[in-house]
């Protein structure tokens, strides 16, 4: 399946549903990263705050321009085969965005927990879900453990991301997977919500704490220790 078209189809059906048109659609898509950067630099510089009070449905229309432009083809790949290496359970999207990775998932058998705390992201989740006609809870909080963890474009979000190592390690049962990519710089100001790579010195510690590597792959793929 060609998830980079998906994104993109399902989201130009979303928008004429809102009523927008496909000109309007194809506009947002060119825009909405500067939109986004625009209103972090003119907000609350609060993450939790920004993505759950300040953006609307930028984020819609400035992920799957980035999923639909074919760039990270490669992750999907590399996160559908870590997947059907294993037996399916529960797994944890965190920061689930429009929800592309948790499809794939649910898709593959997988009881999805696809949480984030944006509520347009979640109703588009749910609409995404529905359309296709796959099982899975669009949430705003995990809730008990999980076999897998997926955390694709989040963690340069956090307030703290060191912190998360220790957390995704308590949600795990144990012998749980990690999924995750970190990618902590700037683009020029493009994305000045992003930390800076200072935050690996403190990160990248916590990681290797609770997690051993175990693929030379990006998305990088880890087991609980």
Known sequence: ???????????????????????????????????????????????????????????????????????????????????????????????????????IAAHLGWEVDAC?????????????????TLPLNAVTEPSGTYDGIICIDTIEHLAEPHLFPAYAHSLLTGYGFLVATWTFHQSGGMHPMHHTEEQLATFLPALRQHFPIVSNTWPVVLEKR
């Open 116 to 132: 984030d705390i944006n509520a347009v992201n979640l109703e588009y989740i749910k609409w995404r879900a529905n359309k296709h």
């Open 1 to 103: 399946m060609r998830y980079d078209r998906l994104a993109l189809i399902d989201l130009i059906e979303w928008s004429s549903e809102k009523g927008l048109s496909r000109e309007q659609t194809e506009i947002r898509l060119r825009s909405d990263s500067v939109t986004l950067r625009d209103k972090w630099n003119q907000g609350s510089k609060s993450p939790d705050t920004f993505y759950r009070d300040e953006c609307l449905d930028e984020y819609l229309y400035d992920l799957t321009a980035w999923h639909a432009s074919g760039t990270i083809n490669s992750w999907f790949n590399v996160f559908v085969e870590c997947l059907r290496g294993r037996k399916p359970g529960r797994l944890l999207d965190y920061g689930a965005g429009i929800g592309t990775y948790s499809l």
